[in-house]
């Protein structure tokens, strides 16, 4: 069975801490996405990889940064949260960029 | 850029009558997607619509492709209770490999 698994369900930081939000997918996808969802604004593409080392910039890549060292795993970096970044994050991977996506359980990041 | 617009943004309905949630692209699309989120979940793929005009039904729910490519719709006949959930509708960028998301429609059913 398909399965995409983030680090935590919740996460609460304070402003101006570095904080890692980790996916790992075990289906050998070469893309990945990393999503943030805010109500009434849907799901926002931040940054996306379709290879390992590789990375695109999504809709709002501004305050984030990303890598991808190894296939199955993508993480998102916020390099000092701040309290607009509270949200739900949304990891997604995929066999190809406009194929369908399958998404982890989500991280609720609080930034207080 | 290309935008992708779902309307209504919530939907109450009472359990046994239908629903529908529109989607519209400023721009042609080659393919477009359904998915569904349940409350505190995840959101899970339903289908894809690939050709012009194209109709494709799972159980209850009817999906729709426009002729111009550019509007879709998800009809549900005589919805239930774990038809709850918000729905969106996605296509792939101008620019870039990726989708782009519509802003979802909430489905409340009232049993």
């Known amino acids: 069975d398909v399965k995409v698994t983030q680090s935590s369900r919740y996460l609460v930081k304070r402003t101006g801490e570095k904080v890692f939000l980790e996916c790992v997918q075990d289906m050998d996808h070469e893309n990945m996405f990393w999503y943030r969802q805010d109500p009434g604004l849907g799901l926002r593409l931040i940054y996306f990889s379709y290879d390992v080392k590789m990375k695109e910039k999504g809709d709002i890549p501004e305050g984030y940064s990303v890598s991808r060292e190894k296939k199955e795993r993508f993480s998102l970096i916020l390099e000092s949260a701040s309290t607009n970044q509270t949200s739900m994050y949304l990891c997604?991977?995929?066999?190809?960029?406009?194929?369908?996506?399958?998404f982890g359980p989500g991280t609720r990041l609080t930034v207080t | 850029g290309q935008q992708v617009m779902q309307i209504p943004q919530y939907q109450h309905v009472q359990e046994g009558e239908d629903f529908t949630t529109y989607c519209n692209s400023s721009t042609t699309l080659s393919n477009i997607q359904w998915y569904k989120q349940r409350p505190g979940g995840h959101p899970v793929f339903l289908i894809q619509?690939?050709?012009?005009?194209e109709v494709k039904k799972q159980k209850r729910l009817t999906f729709q492709f426009g002729e111009a490519k550019k509007n879709s719709s998800l009809h549900i006949t005589a919805t239930q209770t774990t038809d709850v959930g918000t729905y969106f509708c996605a296509g792939p960028g101008v620019a870039g490999n990726m989708l782009t998301f519509g802003g979802g429609t909430r489905l409340m059913v009232k049993p």
């Open positions: 619509l690939v050709k012009s005009g």
């Open positions: 997604a991977s995929a066999t190809g960029a406009y194929n369908e996506q399958y």
